[in-house]
């Protein structure tokens, strides 16, 4: 793969490191406040950077980018063991309708839905994380989805180190004096 391939994906890596920092930041943020909706909006955030970067590193079969993505895992250092490998988590929320469908279909018992420990604790019954379709903990960060356990906080760490690594490789590499700031254009009609 050519350097500057390298450099942009690690641009992009970058980027969408900086993304799920800022999101896993924000979970913390507004447990502070109590905001039930915005800290799973921020999960989800979280996972959507972070799966991002995992489509990078391990993209679909179908867009023949295996060589190059299993270089640029060379290249930064990445195996199969990192976080980022497993989707599982961010593709239930990305398929929330079909896994809705089967939980509607396949349980009667009350419908028990993004409860975060400490803030909205189920009101029906004795239910705990098992029985709630989305639950979180913030103590552990560890989110629960009907009834599987998922662990953020070593993803979260991976990220931070990752977001190291590629500043680093940007900063040594040819397009150091190189970077894209978003703007924002308005245009009069």
Not at 34 to 41: A, I, K, Q
Not at 96 to 113: C, G, M, Y
Not at 131 to 159: A, C, N, Q
């Amino acid at each position: 793969m050519e350097q500057r391939v390298i450099e942009l994906f690690c641009m992009e890596i970058k980027k969408q490191c900086s993304f799920s920092i800022t999101a896993f930041k924000d979970i913390d943020i507004y447990l502070k406040k109590s905001d039930v909706e915005r800290v799973w909006y921020s999960i989800h955030a979280f996972l959507t950077a972070t799966a991002n970067i995992s489509k990078i590193f391990w993209p679909n079969q179908r867009d023949g980018r295996e060589k190059s993505a299993e270089e640029l895992r060379k290249y930064l250092n990445i195996d199969n063991t990192s976080a980022f490998h497993n989707r599982t988590l961010r593709n239930h929320f990305e398929h929330f309708d079909d896994r809705l469908e089967q939980w509607a279909l396949s349980n009667k018992t009350p419908f028990i839905d993004s409860n975060i420990s400490g803030i909205n604790q189920p009101l029906i019954g004795n239910s705990n994380n098992r029985e709630s379709v989305r639950f979180y903990d913030p103590k552990t960060h560890i989110v629960y989805f009907m009834g599987e356990k998922y662990e953020l906080l070593p993803i979260y760490k991976e990220v931070c180190e990752l977001h190291k690594k590629t500043d680093k490789k940007i900063a040594t590499g040819s397009i150091t004096n190189c970077s894209f700031q978003g703007k924002i254009v308005i245009r009069k009609k």
